[in-house]
């Protein structure tokens, strides 16, 4: 016959507690496949240098937002270069505008220059 153990019910109580989840007995090692983790999450490994100042002052702001200094790194590099995207398709589409605006308006001057002539 099998052992006998206490049934603990599965409470998120049980979980903070500890009485679930934190048992050594539970623990096994896997091999992490990181690259697949990086494929998966769309992620590519660079190097870059930086002034250990800022690496301290992310890691501060990091900590103060409960995350990672490189996902807080991440986070604002993508919301830069989405910033820096926007603002070039807007000046390009201003440009456009202000190009059509000058051809219309050179397009007027040579009708009254016709007629003018005419």
Request: aromatic share 6%; proline share 0%.
């Amino acid at each position: 016959m099998g052992k006998m153990t206490d049934k603990i019910n599965g409470t998120s109580e049980a979980w903070d507690s500890g009485d679930l989840g934190r048992d050594e007995k539970y623990v096994e090692c896997v091999e992490v496949d990181e690259k697949a983790i990086d494929d998966a999450a769309g992620l590519q490994l660079i190097s870059i240098r930086l002034q250990k100042s800022l690496i301290e002052e992310f890691k501060l702001i990091a900590k103060l937002n409960g995350i990672g200094y490189q996902t807080l790194m991440r986070q604002i590099l993508k919301r830069f270069a989405d910033s820096e995207i926007k603002k070039l398709v807007r000046e390009c589409m201003l440009n456009k505008e202000e190009e059509a605006e000058k051809a219309r308006q050179l397009k007027e001057f040579s009708k009254s220059e016709k007629k003018k002539a005419s």
